[in-house]
């Protein structure tokens, strides 16, 4: 008959390896691209953060010119899933916006955060566009682009 020994150092050891690989495989398995938050009827909504940014300079003759920024450029959402677009109003007064293939218009003030619930059916590019800024003319294009996947 044989026995085998073993040490509590090997115990604790094992138990200790063996808790570390079962977190290791569950973060791999469960591990979030982002963060969701959970919405009011209790189902998950993926919340991105965007701003309205400006850039100005001095041309050689003096004259100022400016351009109005949505920041990030561009966001990337999944067909039918949910997202909550916060965008705080960092520079200009106000940027009316709509969002070009929907019916989502809006106004974004500064200091302020404005909430946006977006949920595309259709795959696609779409366009965020700051109705005040729409061209070069007019200190723009402050355009963003929500591709849809």
Avoid at 39 to 59: A, C, D, P, Y
Avoid at 102 to 118: A, F, Q, R, S
């Amino acid at each position: 008959m044989h026995f085998m020994v073993v040490k509590k150092r090997g115990l604790y050891l094992f138990a200790f390896l063996s808790l570390f690989g079962l977190m290791l495989a569950l973060w791999m398995i469960f591990k979030p691209d982002s963060i969701p938050v959970i919405g009011q009827n209790g189902e998950k909504v993926r919340e991105i953060h965007m701003v309205t940014g400006e850039f100005k300079s001095l041309t050689e003759n003096g004259k100022e010119i400016e351009a109005y920024r949505w920041d990030p450029g561009t966001i990337f959402v999944e067909k039918n899933e949910k997202v909550q677009l916060k965008i705080f109003g960092v520079n200009g007064k106000e940027h009316p916006f709509m969002i070009e293939g929907t019916d989502i218009k809006g106004t974004i003030k500064k200091g302020e955060e404005t909430t946006v619930p977006l949920q595309f059916k259709e795959e696609g590019v779409y366009r965020l566009i700051c109705l005040t800024h729409p061209t070069a003319e007019k200190s723009g294009p402050m355009i963003a682009y929500i591709v849809v996947d």
